[in-house]
């Protein structure tokens, strides 16, 4: 199995068929959970996915709508009866007040609570984030309101690549980072401070040399007609809009 499931596509604000922008990758080796929002066991459950499988959590950004479920996750986990560790991957800035977060909710209070590790990631370049025998996962600082990454995965079976940008402005180290990707997943929440616009990431897209954009962090009442011919406009590859459990695989 490689495979990207979408667990929601939808911007800050969800909606019933839209959650919050947040994805699960599913290998051999295990599932990736990329960003933590609403309440992701109801996601998981509904996507048949083991929790135990769950093996590592990245967290781009300490806005609530990438980290808000995090505590519902873990404790979700440990009610169930979890004993493996889980390792969550993020920036300092995004681990430090995650972990503030969890201890706002006393979780040293959670008797016999599985191991949770932080691992803290450098905001350079293209930084290797995570690799086992299924992916290869790298990071590269965005530019975002607060200090966010995007990610790279490299499934290392079917040899196949895509990129998620999480939320940012259109900027050079999102192409640098999806350069000659299978597939981009590129935020479209506006053209606002910290965000991009479907003509922008359709832009980044053709710089990165993808051929595949998915946009995703978009409003539920957006006109989609209009929003594709946006990213259409600036794009010659494929363009489709994410949707809530939406697969992107390869076998
Ligand atoms: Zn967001
Ligand atoms: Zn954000």
Known sequence: MNQVLILGAG????????????????????????????????????AHIDFDSVTDLILT????????????????????????????????????????????????SWQKLFPVHFHPVKDNP?????????????SSPVKHTIPNIATRMDFLGPQKSVVYSSDTEPCQAVADLAKDADVL????????????????????ATRAGVQKLYLIHYPSNCDRESW??????????????AQDFMPINWD
């Open 228 to 241: 594709l011919r946006g990213a259409q406009s600036t794009f010659d590859g494929t363009v489709a809009f």
């Open 11 to 46: 911007y800050a604000v969800p909606h019933e068929d839209l959650d919050n922008t947040h994805l699960a990758l599913i290998t051999d080796c295990g599932t990736i959970l990329i960003d933590c929002s609403s309440n992701p066991i109801v996601r998981l459950r509904k």
């Open 185 to 204: 997943i590129h935020e479209v929440a506006g053209k606002n401070v910290g965000h991009s616009a479907p003509d922008q990431a359709g832009a980044i």
């Open 126 to 138: 293209a930084q290797l984030l995570l690799q086992n025998d299924c992916i290869r996962l790298q």
């Open 61 to 108: 950004h300490f806005h609530p709508d990438h980290v808000g479920g995090m505590p519902l996750l873990l404790m979700g986990m440990w009610l169930e009866g979890r004993t493996k560790p889980i390792t969550i991957h993020g920036l300092i800035d995004t681990l430090d007040r995650a972990e503030a977060m969890l201890n706002l909710y006393n979780w040293h």
